[in-house]
C-alpha cells in the first residue's frame, strides 16, 4: 500500500490543497472584513448626522442610541482635544476611565488629526472593554456649516466578527482535514469502502452522541464563563432535587417490581399452560408497546382523576387522588409489563420442557418442578426484565409530567428547570444525575443477557408443552390475566369514549365537535409529526443495517469502542437527549435548534440501537460464506450489502423502519425540548390540551395517533412475521 511515488504525490498534494486552502479562506476574511468596516463608517456617519451640538441635548442623544444599539458604545467629545477647550459625554461611567485610558496615546491623536480634515479613523489594534474586543472608530462631529466642532469615539463589539473568524479558521481546518482523511483512506488501505462507512458512522457517534453529552457535562462544570462545581453542590445539597432523586428511584423500584410479576403471569400462562386464546393475550401483553406514551394516563385521569367517571359519579369517592406515587405506578406498570413480558417468553420458551417432565416423572409436584427447575432456570431473564423495566421508570418522561402531581421525580424536575426557569446548568446536572442509576441497571441488564448459559439444552429440545398448572391454579391466573386485559381494554375504551364526550365529569352527552376542533387545532402538529417519522425513518433503518453490517462481519481497530457508543443511546434519558441537542446545537458551527432537523436526527439517534439489535442478532444467524463467495467473485462492499446482506436481513430491516416510525410517532422526552413554531409534535400537543383539561380534544388526538401507529404496525405483521427480538429492543426504547 506505502510506495515512495504515494507518498510523494501525497504530499505534493496536501501542500498544493494547504495553500489554496489558506489563500481561499484569507480572501473571504478579508473581504468580510472589508464590509464589516464599510458598514461601520455608514452607520458612524449617519449616526452623527443627528449628533446636537448644544449640550444639553448630548446625554438624551446617546441615551437614544444605546437603546437602538445595545453593542455599540459612544463617546461624544464637543470641542476638538489638543485644538480647544473639549470635554467627553458618555451614558457610563466606564467608558469615562476608558477615555482617560486613550486619551494620551498616538492613536487618540491621530483619530483626532483625522477629525480635523473631516475623515474617519479605524484603529489598527482592538481594545478590550467589558471583557470583550472593541474597534475604534473615530469620525467628526460637525456644525450646520460643516465644520468639525467635535470627536465621536464609536466601540464597535467585535463578537461578531471574531465568531465569524473563528468558523473561517475552523473552514480551514476541516478542508485540510477532510482531504488528508479522504485521501488517506482511498490510497493507503486495503479496503477503501469499509474505512469510509467506519468513518461515517464515527462521525455520526462523534457530532450526535458524544459532542452534544460533553457540551451537557461541561456546561454542569461551568460557572459565569470559568471551572465550577456550584451548579452541582446546588443539585447534591438541594433537598428538592435529592427528594426528586428518591422519588425517582422508588417509582422505579415499584414498577419495576409489579410490571415484573404482570409480565411473568403473561409469559408463564402463555408458555406453561394449555389455554387457549394465546394469541390475544399475548397480542394485548404488547399493545402498551406501540401506543402514545400519554394515552394510559389520559384514560387513568377520565377514569379516577377528581372528575372521573368510577371515582366521582359512581362511587363519590372523596378525598381521594389519582395523582402521586400510586397513580404513576399504576400507569407504568399497564404501560411496561410488556418489556417484562417480552424479555421472559423467550427465556421460558427457551427451556426445555423435557427437563420438567423428568422432574415430574422423579415424582416431584407441579410447584416443586416449578420451584426447583422452572424458576431457577428463568431467573436471569427476570431478574434482565425487572432492569429494563426499572431503566425506563427511572427514564419516563410522559407520565410523571401529568400524573406526578406534588410527587417529585427528577425528569420533571430536569425539564421544569429548562423550560420554566431556564437554567440549563441544573436541568443537565439533573438530566446526568437520573443517568447514573440508570446506566448501572442497564449495564447490569446488558452483562446477564451478553451470558450463553442461561439454559442447558441437551439433544432436540421437546416440543411438547409440560402443564405445570393445576387446574384451580390454571384458573385463577388465567382469572388475574383476565382481569388485567380488561382493565386493559378500559384504558384504551375510555380514550376512545372521551372522543365522543361534551365535557368529560360534568356532562357527558354525545358531540362530534371534539373530533372538529381537534382536528382542526392539531392537523399541522399530525401533518409534522407524520412527515418527521417518514422521513427519520428510512434513514434509521438504512444506517442501522450498515453498522450491524460492520459489527457482525468486520474486524477493524476500535469496533467494541463504535459498538457501545452506538448503543449508548439505550441507556441515556430523553430529557438528557434533549438538553444535549439544544446546548450542542444552538451556536455554530450546528446551529439547528428550531429545525425539522434536530428533530428527525434525535429520532434516528434514538432508535439506531434498535435497529442495530435487530440486525444483528439476524445476521448472526446468516453463513458468511454466501458473502465471502460474492467477495470473492468481485463484489465490493456496498454491491454485498446492496445485493447479499440486504434482501437475507429483510425482516429485521423492515422491523427496524416500522419500529423507528412508530417510536418517532409516539415520542415525547427529548422531542418537548426541540419542537418550535414551525414544527410541532402531536405528543406534546395531546400533553398540552391534558395540562388545560381539553380532555375530549386530547382523547381525540390519542385515538388519532393510536390509528396511526397500529396501521403502522399492521402493514409490518403483514410484510414479516413477528420478531420477537426486535421487540424486546424496541420495548428497552419506552421511557
Known amino acids: 500500500m506505502f510506495t515512495k511515488k504515494k507518498v510523494a504525490v501525497f504530499i505534493v498534494l496536501l501542500v498544493l490543497v494547504l495553500i489554496l486552502d489558506f489563500w481561499i479562506f484569507n480572501n473571504v476574511k478579508d473581504e468580510f472584513a472589508n464590509i464589516i468596516q464599510s458598514n461601520r463608517a455608514e452607520l458612524a456617519s449617519a449616526l452623527l448626522l443627528s449628533a446636537p451640538t448644544e449640550e444639553t441635548e448630548i446625554e438624551g442623544w446617546l441615551t437614544t442610541n444605546k437603546e437602538r444599539h445595545p453593542d455599540l458604545n459612544i463617546i461624544y467629545i464637543k470641542g476638538l482635544p489638543g485644538y480647544g477647550d473639549s470635554k467627553p459625554f458618555t451614558v457610563e461611567e466606564e467608558l469615562l476611565k476608558f477615555y482617560s485610558g486613550i486619551e494620551e496615546t498616538a492613536v487618540f491623536e491621530k483619530g483626532v488629526e483625522s477629525a480635523v480634515y473631516d475623515e474617519l479613523y479605524f484603529a489598527q489594534d482592538n481594545y478590550i472593554y467589558r471583557d470583550s474586543d472593541n474597534r475604534l472608530v473615530f469620525a467628526p462631529i460637525k456644525d450646520e456649516m460643516g465644520f468639525p466642532t467635535g470627536v465621536g469615539i464609536f466601540l464597535f463589539n467585535n463578537k461578531e466578527y471574531n465568531k465569524f473568524n473563528n468558523l473561517i479558521n475552523l473552514f480551514i481546518l476541516a478542508v485540510a482535514a477532510i482531504f488528508f482523511v479522504v485521501y488517506w483512506l482511498s490510497q493507503f488501505t486495503r479496503d477503501p469502502m469499509l474505512s469510509f462507512i467506519i468513518l461515517f458512522l464515527l462521525l455520526i457517534v462523534g457530532i450526535f452522541i458524544v459532542y452534544p453529552l460533553f457540551e451537557a457535562v461541561r456546561l454542569t462544570f461551568i460557572k459565569d464563563g470559568q471551572f465550577s462545581l456550584e451548579t452541582w453542590k446546588t443539585i447534591l445539597t438541594t433537598k428538592q432535587y435529592v427528594s426528586a432523586l428518591w422519588g425517582s428511584i422508588k417509582l422505579g423500584l415499584s414498577t419495576a417490581t409489579f410490571s415484573t410479576l404482570v409480565g411473568f403471569l403473561f409469559a408463564f400462562v402463555i408458555t406453561r399452560t394449555a389455554v387457549r386464546g394465546k394469541k390475544f393475550f399475548s397480542t394485548m401483553a404488547t399493545l402498551p408497546i406501540i401506543s402514545p406514551p400519554f394515552s394510559l394516563t389520559l384514560s387513568i385521569i377520565l377514569l379516577f382523576g377528581n372528575n372521573g367517571l368510577i371515582t366521582k359519579q359512581l362511587l363519590n369517592v372523596q378525598n381521594f387522588s389519582i395523582y402521586g406515587l400510586g397513580g404513576l405506578t399504576l400507569v407504568q406498570t399497564m404501560g411496561m409489563f410488556p418489556i417484562a413480558y417480552l424479555t421472559m417468553v423467550g427465556v421460558l420458551n427457551a427451556i426445555d420442557s423435557t427437563l420438567e417432565d423428568a422432574a415430574m416423572d422423579l415424582s416431584a409436584s407441579r410447584m416443586k418442578t416449578f420451584t426447583s427447575v422452572t424458576l431457577p432456570l428463568a431467573v436471569p431473564g427476570i431478574l434482565s426484565a425487572w432492569l429494563l423495566v426499572f431503566t425506563n421508570s427511572l427514564a419516563d418522561f410522559a407520565n410523571p409530567l401529568i ?255 416500522s419500529y423507528t416510525f412508530v417510536r418517532s410517532m409516539t415520542a415525547v422526552s427529548a422531542v418537548i425540548f426541540l419542537i418550535s413554531a414551525q414544527w410541532y409534535h402531536m405528543t406534546v400537543l395531546i400533553y398540552n390540551f391534558s395540562e388545560n383539561l381539553r380532555f375530549g380534544l386530547a382523547s381525540v388526538l390519542s385515538t388519532t395517533l393510536i390509528i396511526i401507529v397500529l396501521a403502522v404496525f399492521g402493514l409490518m405483521r403483514l410484510l414479516i412475521r413477528e420478531n420477537k427480538v426486535l421487540a424486546k429492543n424496541d420495548a428497552v426504547m419506552r421511557g
Open 403 to 657: 400524573l406526578s402531581g406534588d410527587y417529585r421525580v427528577l425528569s420533571v424536575e430536569a425539564y421544569m428547570e429548562v423550560t420554566g426557569m431556564n437554567r440549563l446548568g441544573n436541568g443537565a446536572a439533573l438530566s446526568i444525575l437520573l443517568l447514573l442509576p440508570t446506566l448501572t441497571a442497564f449495564l447490569v441488564q446488558r452483562t446477564w443477557v451478553s451470558k450463553k448459559s442461561y439454559v442447558t439444552v441437551t439433544g432436540k429440545p421437546s416440543a411438547n408443552l409440560t402443564e405445570l398448572t393445576s387446574k384451580p391454579v390454571k384458573y385463577t391466573l388465567l382469572t388475574l390475566m383476565i382481569v388485567i386485559v380488561a382493565f386493559l381494554i378500559g384504558l384504551y375504551g375510555t380514550i376512545v369514549a372521551g372522543c365522543f364526550v361534551k365535557n368529560w365529569g360534568i356532562d357527558y352527552s354525545f358531540t362530534l365537535e371534539n373530533w372538529t376542533e381537534a382536528l382542526q387545532r392539531g392537523k399541522d402538529a399530525i401533518l409534522d409529526t407524520t412527515v418527521l417519522a417518514t422521513i427519520a425513518t428510512p434513514i434509521a433503518g438504512i444506517i442501522a443495517m450498515v453498522a450491524a453490517m460492520i459489527i457482525v462481519r468486520k474486524r477493524f481497530f476500535g469496533k467494541r469502542f463504535m459498538e457501545i457508543l452506538l448503543m449508548t443511546p439505550f441507556a441515556i434519558p430523553g430529557t438528557l437527549i434533549g438538553i444535549s441537542f439544544i446546548l450542542a446545537f444552538n451556536k455554530a458551527p450546528l446551529i439547528l435548534v428550531g429545525t425539522a432537523a434536530i428533530i428527525i436526527i434525535n429520532y434516528v439517534v434514538r432508535e439506531l440501537p434498535v435497529g442495530i439489535e435487530g440486525g444483528v442478532a439476524t445476521l448472526r444467524q446468516i453463513d458468511p460464506a454466501i458473502e465471502e463467495a460474492a467477495q470473492d467473485l468481485g463484489a465490493d462492499v456496498p454491491t454485498v450489502f446492496r445485493t447479499i446482506i440486504l434482501p437475507l436481513i429483510r425482516p429485521a430491516f423492515i422491523s427496524s423502519l
